[in-house]
């Protein structure tokens, strides 16, 4: 979790041609890196910020509001009342993540209903799967099949 990334290269390195150049590569992944550069220097909304946050803390089982207020450096809180003031709830931004994941795995992916529960840091296949019936009206075999009949 390095807080920067940092590659040098002398000054003779850098000018020295490179056999393979391809111009039309080149620009192709120019334009690549200038849109990834866009979107890290996007300001993400608070939302977004805590919704990146979760994801990666699912696993490990259900992640604290203090938690991600650490992370963010705010208050509990404070948290709670931006994200209030945005019309939403922590518990929210927590299933909808985890229905967005469910889904993504679900679609995507062969892994087993167990291993999705564990990804998403249900306590059991079967908790896993009442949530996501509440979510999303449908059991996560029912929704298996209706997108693999497409």
Do not use: M
């Not at 993400?44 to 604290?64: C, D, F, R």
């Not at 299933?95 to 999705?116: K, M, V």
């Not at 009206?137 to 099949?145: A, I």
């Amino acid at each position: 979790n390095a807080a920067h990334n940092r590659i040098r290269f002398s000054q003779e390195s850098l000018a020295l041609s490179n056999p393979q150049h391809c111009a039309s590569t080149w620009h192709v992944l120019l334009q690549l890196c200038e849109e990834q550069l866009a979107l890290k220097n996007r300001n993400y909304s608070l939302e977004e910020q805590v919704t990146q946050l979760i994801a990666p803390l699912l696993k490990n089982g259900e992640p604290s509001i203090e938690r991600i207020a650490h992370k963010l450096q705010l208050p509990t809180w404070t948290l709670r009342r931006k994200l209030a003031a945005q019309g939403t709830q922590f518990r929210q931004l927590v299933n909808q993540t985890r229905y967005d994941l469910a889904s993504s795995y679900i679609r995507d992916t062969d892994l087993t209903f167990g291993e999705i529960s564990w990804l998403l840091g249900f306590s059991s296949p079967e908790a896993f799967q009442r949530a996501f019936k509440r979510w999303s009206k449908q059991t996560p075999g029912e929704f298996r099949s209706t997108v693999l009949r497409r």
